[in-house]
Each structure stands twice: as structure tokens, then as C-alpha cells.
């Protein structure tokens, strides 16, 4: 493939004539923290809306559900909480304007434990396990309830 000048002239360009962009320190404290919180277990429930625009993260674990804000602000989410997780206290507002609010995040995202296998398989377990017993149990006693119906 041959080139000719003009696109030769466009790739010799200088530093002086095409500056560095440096993305904006918020946009990446969003994605640094997204990415932060996912390596801790939490998972993103896109599904859902929120006035913010931010994106809801569950956590299967012992751990709070958050909110990530655009701007990288985490909030708790205010939604349902699950019956496991009714005694967890998240951490608040966590501003992402300053160092002293990365330092505050890293330090909650040192108290996040990792999803451990009881609670990465309990939709499973409820599921196919809890459901199928608490059914045979309810069929159990209509059968007894019946044959008592049955013998008087």
C-alpha cells in the first residue's frame, strides 16, 4: 500500500501539534471502583433503574448491596434487603472527590469478605432443595388430612 503525502505529513505529527488526553480523574475513579467491588464479589444487577443513572451491586455474601453513582460516589441501596443480610450495615455515603474518600473506600473494600460457597450456591439451594421439601411436606399432610377425612 503506498501512501502519499498527506498522510504522511498527518502521521509525523508532534506532540505540540496533538496534546496528550488525560481522562478526567472522576470517570476513572468510577471505573476503578466498579472494577474494585466486582473483584470483591459483587455483581452488577443492570436490570434495574435507578433515578441516578447508577448501577445497582449485589453482593452474595455478607456484605451490603450498593449503588455506584457515574460520578464514582457508592451509596447502600435502599432497595429490598434480604433476609441474611437484615444485620449488615454498609458504609454510608463515599464521597470520590478527594484522596481521603479512596482512602476510605479501599479501607470498606478491605472488610468486604469473598462470596464463600454456602452463599455463591443459596439460589440454587432454595431453589431445588428448600422449595421441592417445603412442597412434599405440604403434600404429606394433605394426604394424612385426607385419609383421617376418609377413615371417619
Known amino acids: 500500500m503506498l501512501l502519499n503525502q498527506n498522510s504522511m505529513d498527518f502521521m509525523k505529527t508532534t506532540e505540540k501539534t496533538v496534546p496528550m488526553v488525560q481522562p478526567a480523574k472522576q470517570e476513572t ?3 476503578e471502583r466498579l472494577h474494585a467491588l466486582v473483584r470483591k464479589g459483587y ?4 436490570g434495574q433503574e435507578t433515578p441516578s443513572g447508577g448501577i445497582v451491586l449485589r453482593h452474595l455474601g455478607m456484605a ?6 457515574p460520578d464514582g460516589v457508592v451509596d447502600e441501596h435502599d432497595g429490598r434487603v434480604p433476609w441474611h443480610k ?5 458504609p454510608g455515603n463515599i ?3 478527594e484522596d481521603a474518600d479512596q482512602v476510605r473506600f479501599l479501607k470498606f473494600i478491605e472488610t468486604v469478605p ?3 460457597l454456602r452463599d455463591r450456591t443459596r439460589p440454587w439451594r432454595k431453589k ?4 421441592p421439601i417445603v412442597l412434599l411436606i405440604v403434600w404429606g399432610m394433605s394426604l394424612a388430612f385426607t385419609a383421617m377425612i376418609a377413615n371417619t
Open 128 to 131: 431445588y432443595i428448600y422449595v
Open 86 to 90: 437484615r444485620k449488615v450495615r454498609g
Open 43 to 46: 455483581v452488577p444487577d443492570l
Open 114 to 116: 469473598k462470596p464463600s
Open 64 to 69: 451490603p448491596d450498593l449503588l455506584l453513582h
Open 29 to 31: 475513579r468510577a471505573f
Open 95 to 97: 464521597e470520590a472527590r
